[in-house]
């Protein structure tokens, strides 16, 4: 049985579906002025996995994740660049696309954009004005009236009362109450604007994805995700307005995955201490940063270095290299290493439990293909590449993962090609000093060659 650690209890519970056989699932996504960073691609890849997974186990799983594309860093960056903030969100959206792919995350059922649903953002705030938990301030912002939801904090632990002794920000007279939040901001000059009850605005950040999640997902739904640093005042703001409107229970799971950390710092881009994923991209292939992202469990803190990713590389090469050579099979179920993949992520979508797994099972391959040979291998190695899969991981051909330049300036494969062929015919001539000086020629370059029988098969290390 899938166990879910859940934020709201602070415990791993059974998972059950609203809905037999179907998962609705919400994700906070991005917000679009600038590149994404290696924090949001943890967010991108843990929830792909949690996607995939949830599928491999027979679920149809309706996966929402939301574009924030108007906000005030939106707009400064617009003003900044001197553009229209449409072709600022259009071009970051578009890049965001471009990282996704190449990180192999699957796109989502829904990806909605907030300024497609301005009708819907209102209508939610006209209902809680209605309900009396959000009013108009003297300044025109619409705010909600934290006061009017006895269980705020409960996603949080946090207390209203501790929360109100521990306000810093200077009170603004426009509320009631220093922890009310906007739900609607009139628009200064120049600014986007849409027309509303209140006057010509835009919405706050938070009332965005109550707005979207209720429309596509329904008042109540499965599992709402994003960062730990979403989960107050963002989630905890959003559970307080959806539960208020509609007197249902917003999400039965809260997932939150860790932060990505330098030097003990979470990677930020108010920090000024982290790498876009195209920076990272740059030295390192796609695939080996999507290993490094789960090779740690998705709650837990995850490091980043060029040892962690270097790891990763290796971890990859080695399940490549069983995977190599096997023929097209059919996967066979092989059910201690099968069954150890699936109760690891059956707790909890621990990846890097199911990742110990893999290498289990790739030993087992590696034996079974000395022992026995290929074609009695190559099941288990089918099975190899389809759990795999699951993590988005061992879907490329592996000869073309281990040849690969990964320093960029090594030998191409047509000179190593060449190579192979003279060191087959010295061979031949039994020039041994000739052959093996080849060999040696071609590990100082990197290049590893392995002979399996006639045929002589190499890798870059």
């Known amino acids: 049985m899938l166990q879910i650690y859940n934020s709201l209890t602070n415990k791993k519970e059974t ?271 796609p695939e080996a940063v999507r290993y490094f992202l789960l090779s740690s469990h998705y709650r837990s803190p995850l490091n980043y270095s060029t040892d962690s990713l270097d790891g990763a590389i290796a971890g990859l090469d080695r399940l490549y290299n069983t995977l190599r050579g096997l023929p097209e099979a059919e996967a066979t179920r092989w059910s201690e290493y099968e069954d150890k993949f699936y109760a690891a992520m059956d707790d909890d979508f621990n990846t890097a439990e199911g990742l110990a797994a893999l290498f289990d099972l790739a030993r087992v391959v590696n034996k079974l293909e000395q022992t026995e040979g290929v074609e009695a291998a190559a099941p288990l190695g089918a099975l190899l590449k389809k759990l795999g899969g699951i993590l988005g991981l061992l879907q490329l051909d592996p000869d073309a993962w281990l040849q690969r330049d990964k320093s960029g300036d090594g030998l191409d494969a047509d000179a190593i090609e060449a190579k192979i062929q003279e060191r087959i015919q010295a061979k031949a001539d039994k020039n041994w000093a000739l052959a093996d000086g080849i060999r040696d020629e071609l590990k100082a370059a990197g290049v590893t060659l392995e002979d399996k029988g006639p045929e002589t098969i190499w890798r870059r290390d």
């Not at 799983?61 to 906000?71: F, G, L, M, P, Q």
């Not at 959206?93 to 909605?112: N, Q, Y």
């Not at 703001?237 to 990505?260: D, K, L, P, R, V």
Request: charged share 25%; glycine share 8%.
């Open 15 to 285: 998972f059950k579906p609203l809905v037999d056989g179907e998962v609705k699932l919400y994700v906070c996504g991005m917000t679009v002025y600038d590149y994404c960073h290696l924090g949001h691609a943890r967010v991108l890849v843990a929830f792909d996995v949690v996607n995939r997974f949830l599928q491999a186990r027979g679920y149809n799983v309706n996966y929402v994740r939301n574009i924030t594309d108007i906000d005030d860093k939106i707009i400064a960056r617009a003003n900044e660049n001197g553009e229209e903030f449409l072709a600022l969100t259009e071009r970051f959206i578009d890049a965001m696309h471009e990282d996704e792919k190449a990180l192999g995350v699957l796109s989502p059922t829904h990806e909605p954009k907030a300024t497609d649903n301005i009708p819907q953002i209102i209508a939610l705030i006209e209902s809680l004005i209605e309900k009396g938990n959000a009013y108009q301030g003297g300044n025109g912002d619409v705010y909600f009236d934290v006061s009017s939801f006895p269980d705020y904090g409960k996603l949080s632990g946090r207390k209203i009362e501790d929360l109100r002794a521990g306000e810093r920000v200077a009170v603004d007279n426009a509320k009631k109450d220093p922890l009310d939040f906007v739900l609607w901001k009139p628009a200064k000059p120049d600014e986007p604007q849409w027309d509303s009850p209140w006057g010509a605005g835009r919405p706050g950040w938070h009332i965005e994805c109550s707005a979207m999640s209720m429309d596509l997902l329904g008042n109540n739904f499965d599992i709402h995700g994003g960062g730990h640093d979403l989960q107050f005042p963002h989630h905890e703001n959003e559970i307080a307005q959806s539960e208020s409107c509609t007197g249902e229970q917003f999400a039965n799971f809260w997932m939150h995955n860790g932060f990505i950390r330098i030097d003990d710092e979470k990677m930020s881009k108010s920090l000024g201490n982290f790498f876009t994923i195209r920076d990272v991209l740059e030295n390192y292939s």
